[in-house]
């Protein structure tokens, strides 16, 4: 690619990212669910596996079914991905969860412990999912189909998560051109609720990535989010989420990912950081 247009490229991407900080410093949001994560396209790259562990810290975080708001901790966060030809299979989430509430907004709901000044632990939502490819991988343009659950794994007195089973599925369109990775997927859930009079929700979710190949140091920027369109009002537990997220990515085989996220829905979050360490094992 020549240099002018590489030059033009990386400038377009620098004024993305100032715009998606200035998103994330002047939106006015909190959350209580993650949504779920773009699928990750880098997974395909090279056959074998890939293993990502970190941290996260939320501030000013909404824990709906506390009804209760303040600090989220997130320790062992984890991804681990094996792909072999066109097919990848991954379980993630978050090992343990520390809240420590600084206010209440709402009552907590029925079965969930009121807010007492006490911290809150639990597990995070894990997720298992099988990718497949449904084009050549190595085409400019290629297509991937998601599908998996969210176990129920989370404890509904501690009010961090809800203790139903979630199921998701997605279908994501992938463009190659130079140094840049751009990709967007669109697809529907099966969530479980908390609520006796609808036992489940049909969220649309959505998601879309780009990331610029500069060596070594890979920007990047992300949005994702799910959104419940038969509902007139969120579902404690359920709420309608969306978050912007830029980043950078820093390494080869052995690697650094530091993101911030904030989100654009009222439900989502203030502020969140994650650091990730990530590797890959295997494979040639």
Known sequence: ?????????????RIGLVLAVGLVVH??????????????WSTFDRPGGVFLMGVAAHVDQRISLAGAYGRLYELGVFQATWSYERVAVRIGG????????????????????????????????????????LTNPKDRVSFAFRFGSRLPT????????????????????????????????GGAGINGTRDPQHEQID?????????????????????????????????????????VRVGVQVGGQQWLRIMAARGW???SPDLGVTVLFGTRFGGC
């Open 203 to 243: 969220p649309i979710l959505f998601s879309g990535a780009a990331v610029y190949d500069a060596g070594s140091v890979d920007p990047f920027l992300e949005f994702t989010g799910q959104h419940d369109p038969r509902s007139e009002r969120d579902r404690r537990g359920n709420e309608n989420v969306g978050e």
């Open 154 to 185: 989370t404890d509904n007195k501690e009010g961090l998560g809800r203790d139903q089973a979630d199921f998701f599925t997605t279908v994501g369109v992938r463009l190659r051109d130079g140094p840049w990775d751009l990709s967007a997927e």
């Open 265 to 267: 829905t009222s439900t």
């Open 94 to 133: 978050t090992l343990y969860r520390l809240f420590d509430g600084q206010g209440v907004y709402d009552d907590p709901v029925t079965g969930t412990r009121a807010p007492d000044g006490t911290l809150r632990e639990d597990w995070g939502d894990i997720r298992v999912s099988t990718l497949i490819w």
């Open 27 to 40: 939106s006015d949001a909190r959350a209580q669910l993650r949504p779920l994560d773009p699928i990750g």
């Open 1 to 13: 690619m020549p240099a002018l247009r590489r030059s033009h490229l990386f400038r377009t991407f």
